[in-house]
Every structure is written in structure tokens, then in C-alpha cells.
């Protein structure tokens, strides 16, 4: 890949951070210049240029586009127009350290952080010589060399853009999800089964994405599918989950999937249940934290009403009180509506702006008590002073949280900071 100067870096965050100073290593005396949208673009050995400037796209040879960065702003298609060539952190590891490696890209709607985090845990403890990256691990230009495989973590932003084919490509299932971002919901299914455009050798699914018609066409004929794990196996791998830290019939398909790409991948039975033993919760993904009597559920990562009701049938038996609502993406809230009556719920507790609309279908369906709160501490404060109706508060808002945070570890982190708060 020619990496062609000067190179404007749009996005200043982590994986910006790794690609200037993968680039300042490899290509010294390579002109970088770094932007952002939200005006704070500070990258050392990068000259920080406002977005309104960045637009003069002639200037430069190269763009590398972070991932929280639409591609489809307009930005882009004037590069594209203008033969500047846009990449990523991703593209330039593969164009630099793919080639000899194996490499496996989960992605999916939701549990693909879940997935890729038991696939690296059970080569490693197979003996596999295996490190993980992208959106958890690190970001992949700080993979470079360091392993023979490779376990990438891709959102659809990465996959949107992938410029090459994995040995293995996974994806655990397939929702509706960050239609802003990829400005339209078939824009967002194509994109992250993009995935598959470069034909890996091997394709893996989840349940919900081995029935989901649309996953199955994006597959090639030359990709050939893992084939199921034995009954046997499958068996052993339920009991192994069902009995570690993994919560949830979701979870336990994930350690399924993330036992037939280990497999593929050349982990070994010991391997995959050792890896399933040593598995810990990522932060905001079910994280537990009991205060006095009360259970706390940081689930900020669900930014869907699928994932919120895999939260609530994961603690079936629960008397929970649930925190629900975030960023407006015009989401079906009406299955989860009527499911929360027979999930356990006894209190809810609506946050803009998203939970107009959630407490207004539970209210036409259920007699659930329902509070609308301005902000997340209201409500906290609100629960604090009347615990007499649960033993569980779950925040699973089954939307983004980018109206009233900057993104959802800083609302969980928040969550977790009120339960000592008004709970402690």
C-alpha cells in the first residue's frame, strides 16, 4: 500500500493515536495533520487543522478515517472524486502485516465483543500464538507483528470499508443498529456484511445469523461454512458456560460460536473450556456490582431493544427495576414493551429521548409503574428513595448515549458512580 503524504487524520481518538504513531515510525518525515468534527484535534507530531479546513480535500495525498467518522459524510466523496485515497488503521495493518497470518474478524450486531474475547482466550490457552485487536484488544496497527493470529474485533464501521479478506469471517447475528452512521438501515446491513465481499475461506454464524436470509446471500460460494459443533461438544460447552461468568442464554450461543471459529483457528477441547473458565466480563456487558441488597446491572453497551431483552432473560427470577431510553434512532420499542411484564420487571424508569416512546407502550400494555426522568441521576435518586419494589436495578437502555453522554462507558462508569452514590 503507498501511503501518499500529506495524510489528514479524521478522528483524534485511540486508533488515530496508533495509526500517527504507526506512520511517524515507518514513514518519518511524513506530513500529518489531524481533525475532528467536535473541534478538539490534538495528536502529538500532527498539525491540527479544523474540519471546516479539512474540506480542501486536494491538499492532501492521504485520508485515514477513524471509526466513530461517518463514511458516508461528503467529506468523502469529495476525496473519492478527487483520487485521494481514504483508509484506515485496519487497512494499512493488513496492507503492512497481513500477508502469513491467520486472521479471524468477528462482527455482528451485538456479542461480538463477547465472541472475540473467548476465541483469543481459548487459542491462547490451547497454546496458540494469538493476540486480539480492533474494537477491544487494541487497535490493530499496534498488533503489527506481535502474533501468528490474529483476533479481530470489527463494528460495522470497520467492516464498511474492509479492503481484505479474513481467513475466518463471523458474524454472531444481525439487527437494526447505527442506521445515522451509515445513513440508512440497508446501508447498514451491506455494509456490515461487507465482511464477506472479499471472499475469506471460512464463514461462521450465529444462531440468529445462520437463519437470517440476508447474512446467507452476502456469503460467497467460494466461502465455505465451519460446520456445527459435534452434539456431544455443544453439550459440554452449554454446561461449561452456564457455569462460568458468562450470563444468559446469549452468551452461552456466543461461547458456542466462539468455539467453532477457535476450532477453525486450531484451538484444542482443553483450550476451549479453559478459555470459557478464565473468561471475565467486559466492562458495561452485564458487569455486576452489588451495594447493600440491591444488585446492579451495568449494561450501557445495549444500544438496541434486542439487547435489552437479552438483559431481562438473563436474570429471569429477578424483581428488577430497569433503566431504559438514550438517543433517538426511530427503534421498534413494542416487542419489548409487552415482553417486560412477563420479564421480571417491577419498576421503569424512561430517559430521553427514546423513553417517551418506551413508556408509552408499556403504560397501553402493562401495569408496570413507569417514572419519564430528565437525566440518569434523577432517576437514581428516584429508585434510592423507593427500594421497597426490587432487588435488581438494570441499566439497559436499548438506545445509544449520545444525547445525554459521549458514549456509553461514560454513562455506565456514571451508573456505577450513583449506586455508591445513593446506595452505598
Not at 50 to 79: H, M
Not at 193 to 215: D, H, M, S, T, Y
Request: hydrophobic share 45%.
Amino acid at each position: 500500500m503507498q501511503i501518499d503524504g500529506p495524510v489528514l487524520l479524521y478522528g483524534a481518538g485511540r486508533e488515530a493515536r496508533s495509526t500517527a504513531d504507526f506512520l511517524a515510525r515507518r514513514y518519518p518525515g511524513l506530513e500529518l495533520f489531524v481533525t475532528s468534527d467536535d473541534g478538539t484535534a490534538e495528536l502529538e507530531g500532527a498539525i491540527s487543522i479544523p474540519a471546516g479546513e479539512a474540506a480542501n480535500v486536494t491538499r492532501f495525498g492521504t485520508i485515514v478515517k477513524s471509526p466513530g467518522v461517518s463514511l458516508y459524510k461528503p467529506v468523502f466523496d469529495a476525496a473519492r472524486q478527487a483520487g485521494v485515497t481514504i483508509t484506515s488503521n485496519l487497512n494499512i495493518w493488513a496492507a503492512h502485516f497481513r500477508e502469513g497470518r491467520t486472521v479471524a474478524a468477528i462482527s455482528g450486531t451485538k456479542g461480538k465483543s463477547t465472541t472475540a474475547t473467548l476465541v483469543h482466550l481459548m487459542l491462547v490457552h490451547s497454546g496458540v500464538d494469538a493476540i486480539l485487536a480492533g474494537n477491544v484488544g487494541i487497535p490493530p496497527l499496534d498488533a503489527a507483528d506481535k502474533a501468528q493470529t490474529v483476533v479481530l474485533e470489527l463494528s460495522s464501521y470497520q467492516t464498511a470499508d474492509i479492503g481484505f479478506a479474513p481467513d475466518i469471517a463471523a458474524i454472531s447475528n444481525l439487527f437494526p443498529e447505527h442506521v445515522d452512521w451509515h445513513g440508512g438501515l440497508d446501508n447498514y446491513y451491506r455494509d456490515k456484511l461487507n465482511i464477506f465481499v472479499k471472499g475469506p475461506r471460512l464463514a461462521a454464524l450465529g444462531p440468529q445469523a445462520g437463519g437470517n436470509e440476508r447474512v446467507l446471500k452476502a456469503i460467497l460460494p467460494s466461502t465455505e461454512r465451519i460446520p456445527a459443533l459435534d452434539i456431544d461438544l455443544a453439550d459440554e460447552i452449554l454446561m461449561a458456560a452456564m457455569h462460568s461468568r458468562l450470563k444468559g442464554a446469549h452468551n452461552h450461543d456466543n461461547a458456542r460460536l466462539a468455539a467453532q471459529i477457535a476450532l477453525a483457528a486450531g484451538a484444542t477441547r482443553e483450550g476451549i473450556f479453559k478459555g470459557i473458565e478464565a473468561f471475565v466480563p467486559l466492562p458495561h456487558r452485564l458487569e455486576e456490582l452489588s451495594v447493600g441488597d440491591i444488585l446492579f446491572i451495568d449494561d450501557s453497551i445495549s444500544t438496541t431493544p434486542e439487547a435489552t431483552k437479552v438483559a431481562l432473560a438473563a436474570y429471569r427470577g429477578r424483581r428488577i427495576a430497569l433503566i431504559a431510553g438514550g438517543h433517538e434512532r426511530q427503534q421498534d420499542y413494542t416487542d419489548l414493551a409487552n415482553l417486560m411484564g412477563l420479564a421480571g420487571v417491577t419498576a421503569l424508569c424512561c430517559l430521553p429521548a427514546t423513553g417517551p416512546r418506551i413508556a408509552t407502550a408499556v403504560r397501553e400494555n402493562t401495569p408496570i409503574p413507569v417514572g419519564e426522568f430528565a437525566t440518569l441521576d434523577d432517576a437514581m435518586r428516584h429508585l434510592a428513595a423507593n427500594r421497597a419494589d426490587f432487588d435488581t436495578i438494570l441499566l439497559s437502555p436499548g438506545a445509544p448515549s449520545y444525547n445525554q453522554f459521549r458514549n456509553f462507558e461514560e454513562r455506565g462508569d456514571a451508573f456505577k458512580a450513583m449506586a455508591q452514590r445513593y446506595f452505598g
